[in-house]
């Protein structure tokens, strides 16, 4: 009889996949994990029942999350990573030349697992003479900071349980203290159809703290309910106006291998369907009507 795994991550719509084997399940002081091994996405970790990353599409988002960032910032040098424990994120970054980057994650079982069943996503991320790894709260780790960094992702859980903290006022007031002027911060705002106040509601946080916040979006196979967001926040960069020549001399010079991003998706992703726009539109007439209120 084929085991199934149904995702609970929605309250009305569920996905379903066909499991080959459990190869982990368990519980960590933070959430529930599992590591199944599917017919149709190969390995896949799931925490407190919500798909995070597969095998077989993990590339498209975290190339998405960080090759963006990467190829807007003109010189990035220190990059930090809150969440990311499957270490997809930190391979990614590695592929381009900076100094250090920092890969914050609150569940140290996490990188464990990640390392032992997920060696296909994480690579070689955690060995690298680059990586400094913490196991802390990102929400905690930000307050102790005082040299800036150049860019921000912010490659957490949905907003419940221990990423809760990761959404709030607070936590990008700190992030801006820490990121250098022309600094950059990226995260993920789940599906444009099933999850729009997340989208929406991380956009106009944003709007309170950087001049140019931007969402983008990407098609993820798991990460179901359409078209899936991202948001870019900067005060300097805008990631749109960045001339597609530049950046495909810049992709060309590094020669990095990537699977989904290149110089012209990253010029598509912010161009964003009406639905999307047109709440867009909303919330800035509200914010113009309060700014101009006496
Ligand atoms: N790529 C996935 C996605 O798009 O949803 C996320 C991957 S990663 C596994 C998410 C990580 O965020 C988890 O390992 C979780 O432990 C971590 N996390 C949640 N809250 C955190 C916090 N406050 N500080 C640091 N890490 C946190």
Redesign the pocket.
Known sequence: MPKWFSETLHPSVRQTLKIKEILYSGK?P??KVQILNTEQFGKV?V?DG????TEKD?FI??EM?TQVPLFSHPNPRRVLV?????G??VREILKHPIEEVYL????EQ??TL?KKYLRAICKGAFKDSRTRVRV??????ITEQTDPFDIVMI????PI??????FSKKFYQGIKRILNPAGILVR?TGSTVFQPNEWMGNYHQLKGFFSQVHPFVIAVPT?IGGFFSLVFASDQIDPRALDLTMLKARYGELQLKTRYYNPEIHQSCFRLPEYMKSRLLVEEMSQNAVNSTP
């Not at 914050?104 to 569940?107: G, H, L, Q, S, T």
């Not at 349980?161 to 990761?166: E, Q």
């Open positions: 960590t933070f959430q970790l925490l919500v798909i995070q990353t993990e988002y975290h999350m809150i969440g990311g424990g499957d997809g994120i914050v994650e609150i569940d996490v990188m990640s802390e709260d990102g929400a905690q780790f490659d957490s859980t949905d349980g221990p990423a809760k903290v990761l993920q990460y």
